[in-house]
C-alpha cells in the first residue's frame, strides 16, 4: 500500500521521500564503514584474515540494521506525504465545487448597481462604469477595458462571474 502511494505522490514529494533516504542510507554505511577501519588502523599488530573478515561482517550487520531504520523512516515520510498531497487534492476539489468563499459569485453582465457596489472597493460611480461597459467575455476584461485597475480586480475576482 505504502508502494503504491508512493507511485502516485507526486515528483517533488517521491523525490524528498527518496533524497533522504538515500542520504541516510550513505551516512549509515559511511559510519559502519569508518567504524571498521578505525578498528583495523587502531590495533598495533596485523589482523588475521579471520579477524578482518568478522570485523567486515559486524560492520555489514550495524549497516544492515541502520538500514531498517532508514527504511522505516522513509515509509513515514513517504505516509506524511502522501496524506499531504491527499489533503492538498481535497482541498483543491472542494474549491473547485464552490464558486467563492462567500457563496455565489456575482455576475458582472446582468447585476444591478447596488450588486456591483457591494464588491469590496467598487463605488457606486465605479459600478455604474461597469455597466456601462458590458457585455464581458470574462471578468478580466474589466481590467483590460480599463474600468477597475489590477489590484482592485484582483480584491473582487474570486466574487465575480461574467456569464
Request: hydrophobic share 40%; net charge positive; with cysteine.
Amino acid at each position: 500500500m505504502v508502494i503504491r502511494r508512493i507511485k502516485n505522490m507526486n515528483c517533488e514529494s517521491y523525490k524528498h521521500v527518496h533524497r533522504f533516504a538515500r542520504a541516510t542510507l550513505v551516512s549509515v554505511l559511511g559510519i559502519a564503514a569508518a567504524g571498521s577501519l578505525s578498528l583495523l588502523t587502531s590495533c598495533q599488530q596485523q589482523p588475521s584474515d579471520e579477524q578482518i573478515r568478522e570485523q567486515a561482517a559486524q560492520a555489514t550487520q550495524r549497516a544492515k540494521e541502520g538500514s531498517k531504520e532508514v527504511l522505516q523512516n522513509a515509509r513515514i515520510a513517504a505516509a506524511n506525504a502522501a496524506r499531504q498531497v491527499d489533503d492538498v487534492a481535497a482541498g483543491v476539489k472542494k474549491g473547485m465545487k464552490s464558486d467563492s468563499p462567500g457563496g455565489t459569485r456575482i455576475d458582472i453582465n446582468s447585476a444591478s448597481q447596488d450588486e456591483l457596489a457591494s464588491l469590496p472597493g467598487i463605488s457606486a460611480p465605479k459600478a455604474k462604469q461597469i455597466q456601462e461597459h458590458r457585455p464581458y467575455a470574462s471578468t478580466h476584461q474589466l481590467v483590460s477595458r480599463g474600468v477597475v485597475t489590477e489590484s482592485e480586480f484582483d480584491a473582487i475576482a474570486s466574487k465575480v462571474a461574467a456569464r
